[in-house]
Nanobody
Framework: QVQPVESGGGLVQAGGSLRLSCAAT????????MGWFRQAPGKQRELVAT???????GYADSVKGRFGISRDNAKNTMYLQMNNLKPDDTAVYYC??????????WGQGTQVTVSS
């Protein structure tokens, strides 16, 4: 499968906002629960937000109330609105299917750096 393509990262001050985008092929996103993952230096990749094909969402406690995940099934695109960013949010962010068996190879990710 073609890798997802993440974009929208950057350098932002604490308290700022960013909106990430994920472009994926229909074979990855169609009908699948999708997620945003992140990997900070020296840490394992973690799942921070999920969205089902029907639009139900879930969040890690660390981002709940600050991040919002959404998807546009017609465009095979997913988004992550990140508000009130904190230095601990600094990581490379990736998108992929939640289910391991439905995942494509990991893309390049998009770097988010939050300065204090």
């Amino acid at each position: 499968q073609v890798q997802p393509v993440e974009s929208g990262g950057g350098l932002v001050q604490a308290g700022g906002s960013l909106r990430l985008s994920c472009a994926a092929t229909g074979s990855i996103i169609s009908g699948n629960a999708m997620g945003w993952f992140r990997q900070a230096p020296g840490k394992q990749r973690e799942l921070v937000a999920t969205i089902t094909s029907g639009g139900s969402t879930g969040y890690a406690d660390s981002v709940k109330g600050r991040f919002g995940i959404s998807r546009d099934n017609a465009k095979n695109t997913m988004y992550l609105q990140m508000n009130n960013l904190k230095p601990d949010d600094t990581a490379v962010y990736y998108c992929n299917a939640v289910s391991v068996g439905r995942r494509a190879d990991w893309g390049q990710g998009t770097q988010v750096t939050v300065s204090s």
